[in-house]
């Protein structure tokens, strides 16, 4: 099956400064690649994805990178602000008969006014 | 209002008793999942079910149970056997088949003394 590594686990930076976060995955026919915040006490919620036939995406200050051939994807915050906070989680999942995505142990972001 | 509904958000259950989390969703989706989140350890799937009467085990599906009697409903029974059951599950439901997001509710709560 597959299997999706995150880092850092933590992740502290100043208002103000980028972040980036960074996760690996293990099946080639992965295809669909999301990212989610899950602020305290909350459900994760989908911030941006990304399609394997597209390399970058942006969405104002985040954006998602893809490498399909080093199976890498990331995720980078421009301008953080303390309301970035939060926990991040990837995933990844194979489109088709079955959708199960695999999602990173997450990234506790920190933002420092 | 589309979404999906977790209830209660906090319960507290004497060891040795079992207790189900209620999970609805009125958004026509197929695909409905359990999750288990404890510090550290990211999303861990318990249950998952892509159609009305199926659904299969996921990584720790030890001491739970499921039922999918409704499209709109996947209760989770947390049973006696589960031998450390104080955790945040969070159920989620997607498109089957289909490459989009998961959209999750907002977690039950569950402290057993």
């Known amino acids: 099956g597959e299997n999706v590594e995150q880092h850092p686990s933590t992740l502290s930076v100043q208002e103000g400064d980028s972040a980036v976060i960074k996760c690996t995955y293990s099946d080639s026919a992965s295809n669909y690649f999301p990212w989610y915040k899950q602020e305290l006490g909350k459900g994760p919620q989908l911030i941006i994805d990304?399609?394997?036939?597209?390399g970058e995406k942006k969405d104002q200050r985040i954006a998602v990178t893809l490498n399909k051939t080093a199976k890498h994807f990331s995720l980078h915050i421009t301008e953080t602000q303390p309301e970035d906070s939060a926990v991040y989680f990837c995933a990844a999942s194979r489109g088709g008969g079955s959708y199960i995505p695999t999602f990173g142990r997450g990234t506790s972001l920190i933002v420092h006014p | 209002d589309g979404g999906i509904t977790q209830s209660p958000k906090y319960l507290f259950r004497k060891e040795g008793q079992n207790v189900t989390l209620s999970c609805e969703q009125n958004?026509?989706?197929?695909?409905m999942y359990w999750y288990r989140q404890d510090p550290g350890q990211g999303l861990r799937l318990i249950y998952y079910s892509q159609i009305v009467n199926d659904f299969q085990k996921g990584d720790i599906a030890e001491g739970y149970s499921v039922s999918r009697e409704k499209k709109e409903s996947f209760p989770l029974t947390v049973t006696s056997a589960q031998k450390n059951p104080t955790a945040f599950y969070l159920c989620a439901s997607s498109i089957q088949g289909a490459m989009t997001e998961a959209f999750f509710g907002q977690g039950t709560r569950l402290t057993v003394v």
């Open positions: 958004l026509n989706h197929d695909a």
């Open positions: 990304i399609r394997s036939n597209v």
